[in-house]
């Protein structure tokens, strides 16, 4: 099954796909390892910042070995891809799906710009994500505001445009829970009944089951997950260091594990079609 039919498969039988944050082999590893124990497809999101970290030629080809590997379906995507040429660059490469977020561009300019890299996506056949409406926090480069998407302007958009995915703004923040983050399902429900089409949510680390399960209810496919994968590796590294283990690789072992049964947990939740 092709990453666009699975899309269509999870929003017509109300289910989501994670999206996990991966920056490294170990990271990598760790989520298709979660992905192989469910059985269930993931998305490996991979930032500009985590492309720069790692070498853009290292972390791609390290991902692509590890998806042949897979016994379950990975796809590698770029998330949050806010240089053009980069996500021009991922589409070359090959990447499954691509996302450009253009949210804090002006709407016009957001449009014109997703209908250019929409038309280079799929004469390759990748997946096209776009963004409206600016998600709060900080995530790598990522830094903004809230700005809640306006489902007028999402219908523009989307008619506009014709991505395969939509990420919305309803509240979500990047980074660690607050007491201001207070997910607007009202808002997220107009939108669905606004543009009828599969929709992401950034910025959903640490949320609890039912927010993600009414989040699905109302048309959401992927949800991208990333913070408490990065506090799962820390308490995985702090742990080790505590026991005074001294070879890297068992450290890195042990943060790895922690990261797969975060990522587990996740996988599924989204899943399990019941509220």
Known sequence: ??????????????YAIGGFGVYNLESARAVIEAANITKKPVFLLVTEKSLDYAGFENLVEIIKRLKKESKTEVFLHLDHGSNVETVKKCIAAGFDSVMFDGSKLPLDQNIAISQN?????????????????????????????????????????????????????????HGELTAAEQLDFTLLGMIQDSV?????????????????????????????IDTELREAFVE????????????????????????????????????????
């Open 117 to 173: 890299l929409r038309q280079a996506a799929h004469r390759k056949n990748i997946v096209y994500e776009a963004e409206i409406g600016q998600i709060g926090g900080q995530e790598d480069y990522q830094r903004s505001k809230i700005f809640k998407t306006n489902p007028s302007e999402a219908l523009q958009f989307f008619n506009e445009v014709k991505p395969d995915m939509l990420a919305v703004a309803i509240g979500n923040i």
């Open 236 to 275: 995985g590294v702090s742990g080790a260091l505590k026991r005074r283990e001294k070879d890297p690789r068992e450290i890195l072992n042990l943060a790895c594990e922690r990261i797969s049964k975060q990522a587990q947990g996740k996988i599924n939740v989204f899943s399990s079609t019941a509220l």
């Open 196 to 224: 009828k089409a599969p929709l992401v949510l950034h910025g959903c680390s640490n949320r609890g089951e039912r927010e993600y399960k009414v989040a699905i209810s109302e048309g959401v496919v992927k949800i991208n």
């Open 1 to 14: 099954m092709s990453l666009k039919e699975l899309i269509s498969q999870a929003y017509k039988d109300k």
